[in-house]
Structure formats: C-alpha cells, structure tokens
C-alpha cells in the first residue's frame, strides 16, 4: 500500500481520471439533413463525407492536444419544421456545431432558431455550418453571425452559368424548371433576369416549378418541354428531382444540353448515361474529380473505395472537406470547442485548400469565396461517375475573387 496520504493519493486518482476523461473527450457536430424521403440519397452520401472527413481528422491526432471530432446524425426528413425539433434534440444533447446543406428552407429556419437560441442563452452559443443551402438571402437580409456557409450562392452560380451561356450561339429557346420553395424561385428569378440582360435574343419558352422532392414521374413535365421546342433548359433541381428529371428525359428521348446545379448527385450521372447527351449536360461546382489535383484525386479515391458501395457514388463536396478542415483550423486558434471563439477565429479565415486553391471566408456575412468550374459529363475522362464510364470535363473555371458580389447582410459580432 502506497505511503502517501489518503488525500494526496484521491488527488492523484481524480487527475488520473480527468487525464483519462480529456484522452476520450469529443467534440460533437451534428448532421441535420434528409436521411428519409426524397432527399435521403443526398442526405446519406453528405453524412458518408463528413464521417471520413472526420475519420481523417481524428486519425492524424484529432483536435485541441488530441480530441476527437464525432458526428451525430439527426433526420430532418427535408423538412423546415422538422429539422427544428431536431436541432433542439442536438442542443439537448450538448452539442455545439451543426451543419446542414439540404436545403435552403430547412437552412433559414435553422439559422434563424440558432440566432434567437443564442441570445437567449449567452455562454451556451450554437454555430451553424451550411455546407449547400444557397438562398442568397441567407447571407444578405436573413444573414447571421451564427451562419457560415462554404457554398457559392445561387446567384453567383447563375451568373457564372449565364456567362459560359451567353457565348453559346446555338442557344435560342430555354425551358426553366425548378422545385416550389425558395432556392427554386431564387434559381428562376435569377436565370430569367441574367439571362435578358446578357442574351435577350434567348427566348424563355417556359418557367415552372414543381413539388419538392415530391414527384416520382417527370414524364409530363418532359412532354411540355418538348412541346416547346426549347433547346437548352436550366434547372437547380437536387435530390431525387435531378435524376428523375434527367430519366424521364432519357425515356422520351429528350435531345437539349442542361444546365445545372446539381447533377452531379445520386442517380443523376446514370441517367444522364442513359440520354446518351454526350457532354451536353452541364453543371456549376467547386470542384469535380477531373480538377488535376494529386491530394484531392488521392482522397476522393479512398473515399470511394470505402464509401462508395454498389452504385460507385463517389465524392462530390470539396465544400464539406473545406469546411472541416477549417473548423479543426479554428479550432486549434480558439484552443477550445467554444462557439464564440471559434466563429471569431473562421470570420475572416484565409486557407489553402486540398487542390492548392486559395479560400477565404468574407468577415461580413460569413461567405467563403472560392474557384468555381463549369463541367460538362461525357466520354473521354479520367475518371468516371457511378461506373457509366462517363466523368466531368472541366469548359470554364471562374477564379474565386471574380465570384465576390455585394452583401446587403448587417450583423454584429456578440460582445
């Protein structure tokens, strides 16, 4: 039996046990997206990146001396009111740092339910990462200082999308389509008033909205596209509505080029396969796995290994990869897992990211600006989607400080 004092020897056991404690210590993110419905396909593949982004980060020694990072995934069923109860859930639970991406109506309800959480519980801070929801008013009337978000919004998507649009002579009749709710009308306003200020020889032949992530057959809405004798069409459809949308035009035989958002997602590159458009379909991102990039190609081929399952999805969101490894970044300035500090350490962050790119967070409405590429899918790629034998070819790339615009967003950092 050990000489010490009883009181020394409890002492030393009470460190011992903290050590123990701080060894296992995590700090929590939640994940608040479709896990259910029509958006799961999105929803799940999101919560697959973020568990190796986050495998990766513990892996090379975690966080502040050793942490670790752990997701808790919560299913908002694309639901604005739903991922209310569960963001409560999270706070219940202790958890700090949300993030979200799908989609825009989910994302203002939760940016403003965090908002008013924390001025009702200064010292018990929430931080909100919005790695996809691109509603420009999230970072202009609606914006927060409780908000980051690692996504180009939809209008400077629009405008990069217009520009690459404007220089195509053969475009002469458009067919605009989009979901009912507030990224889809953003897409929509945006497309028409872009579109006639650059081109307006362009014809809208038509300008819809549909359900969100409700329809399970696009046949009829295809027909009226033909019918209109549109040669282009553009849409930010996501989720089960682009690759659906892009079936149904595979079955009717659908002969237009597409200009998207979001085709890039679940089922969507097999369906455009099957259209036979051989790079005819376009799409505005980050990033894409033919951006010549050796750390990047190296990860997203890992991730596809492990994560990629039967239908080979691959990695799609260099945006999340940006976010985490920024968080961590912050982290460590904060030297701890305090929201306040952390979001003062992000404000104005400046990063080199995984394809040697140069990002930076904008301090007065919290929106990272980045390069972005405009890519058409087709034959002759390095690497493939979904094993269609068909990839991502970069057309344009728009570098990230010719993608800043004007902000409207007031917001003060708390004292």
Same mark, same amino acid.
């Given at each position: 039996m050990s000489s010490a004092p009883f009181a020394q020897r409890s002492a030393i056991a009470a460190a011992a046990l903290l050590c123990a404690f701080c060894a296992q210590a995590q700090v929590k993110i939640a994940y608040v997206d479709p896990l259910s419905g029509g958006g799961a396909s999105v929803g799940e593949h999101g919560l697959k990146h973020l568990q190796f982004l986050i495998e990766g980060i513990n892996a090379k020694g975690g966080v502040l001396g050793g942490q670790k990072l752990e997701a808790v995934a919560y299913d908002n069923k694309g639901s604005p009111q739903e991922s209310l109860v569960q963001v409560q859930k999270a706070i219940d639970a202790g958890v700090r740092f949300i993030t979200q991406g799908n989609g825009s109506g989910a994302a203002i309800a939760i940016s403003e339910f965090i908002a008013?959480?924390?001025?009702?519980?200064?010292?018990k801070e929430v931080l909100y990462f919005n790695y996809a929801a691109v509603d420009p008013a999230l970072t202009n009337e609606k914006c927060s200082y409780w908000h980051f978000r690692w996504d180009a919004n939809?209008?400077?998507?629009? !405008?990069? #999308?217009?520009? &690459?649009?404007?220089?195509?002579?053969?475009?002469?009749k458009v067919y605009i389509i989009g979901q009912d709710y507030s990224f889809g009308h953003s897409v929509r306003k945006a497309a028409n008033e872009m579109l006639k200020a650059k081109r307006p020889d362009v014809q809208v032949v038509g300008d819809e909205v549909h359900p969100l992530l409700k329809v399970t057959d696009f046949a009829p809405y295809i027909a009226k596209i033909k019918a209109s004798g549109a040669d282009s069409v553009i849409t930010g459809n996501w989720g089960n509505d682009i690759a659906l949308l892009l079936k149904a035009a595979a079955d009717a035989g659908l002969a237009v080029n597409w200009y998207t958002y979001y085709a890039g997602g679940a089922g969507a590159p097999t369906a455009i396969k099957q259209t036979g458009l051989d790079h005819r379909v376009y799409q505005i991102s980050e990033w894409h796995t033919n951006v010549p990039a050796p750390e990047m190609?190296?990860?997203?081929? !890992?991730? #596809?290994?492990? &994560?990629?399952?039967?239908?080979?999805?691959?990695?799609?969101?260099l945006r999340m990869k940006n976010q985490m490894d920024m968080f961590a970044n912050a982290l460590n300035i904060a030297k701890a897992a305090d929201p306040k500090k952390v979001a003062a350490a992000l404000a104005d962050m400046k990063f080199k990211n995984a394809i040697g790119a140069e990002v930076?967070?904008?301090?007065?409405?919290?929106?990272?600006?980045?390069?972005?590429?405009?890519?058409?899918?087709?034959?002759?790629?390095?690497?493939?989607e979904e094993g269609t034998g068909w990839g991502w070819k970069t057309t344009s790339v728009v570098k990230g400080p010719d993608t800043i615009t004007p902000t409207t967003c007031k917001m003060t950092a708390p004292s």
């Open positions: 008013k959480n924390n001025e009702r519980n200064p010292g939809a209008d400077i998507k629009m !405008a990069a #999308l217009t520009n &690459y649009m404007k220089d195509q002579k053969a475009i002469k190609e190296a990860f997203a081929d !890992a991730f #596809l290994k492990k &994560y990629g399952g039967n239908g080979h999805q691959g990695w799609w969101y930076f967070m904008r301090p007065s409405d919290h929106s990272l600006f980045q390069d972005m590429y405009i890519s058409s899918f087709g034959s002759g790629t390095k690497y493939d």
